[in-house]
Nanobody
Framework: QVQLVESGGGSVQAGGSLRLSCAASEYIYSMAWFRQAPGKEREGIVVIDRNGYTSYADSVKGRFTISQDSARNTLYLQMNSLRPEDTAMYYC?????????????????????WGQGTQVTVSS
């Protein structure tokens, strides 16, 4: 059973930055970040695979950057120029299957492993 542990959430003012981390208990081919705001569905925002392929949702493209430390099985999300609409619970997700995905179309069912989430709050 793969375990994912997120960290790095918090509260910032608009325009600020945060860096999220997700530590996986073992090697995983594909990892992603989703977010869910109150009253809204969980949305995928970015995905990366072990070959370095990445895909970003339009809502975060140019502001957020995903990266990974393969040796440590750790995923990162650098979030810059944060906006109030970025306020949400952020979840790390993982899938061992070697499939290439698009952030625009990936869904919850594409990933079998999830972290507990970390809250990001952006004030105006």
């Amino acid at each position: 059973q793969v375990q994912l542990v997120e960290s790095g959430g918090g509260s910032v003012q608009a325009g600020g930055s945060l860096r999220l981390s997700c530590a996986a208990s073992e090697y995983i081919y594909s990892m992603a970040w989703f977010r869910q705001a109150p009253g809204k569905e969980r949305e995928g925002i970015v995905v990366i695979d072990r070959n370095g392929y990445t895909s970003y949702a339009d809502s975060v493209k140019g502001r957020f950057t995903i990266s990974q430390d393969s040796a440590r099985n750790t995923l990162y999300l650098q979030m810059n120029s944060l906006r109030p609409e970025d306020t949400a619970m952020y979840y790390c997700a993982a899938d061992p299957r070697p499939r290439r995905r698009s952030a625009a179309t990936m869904g919850r069912s594409d990933f079998g492993y999830w972290g507990q989430g970390t809250q990001v709050t952006v004030s105006s």
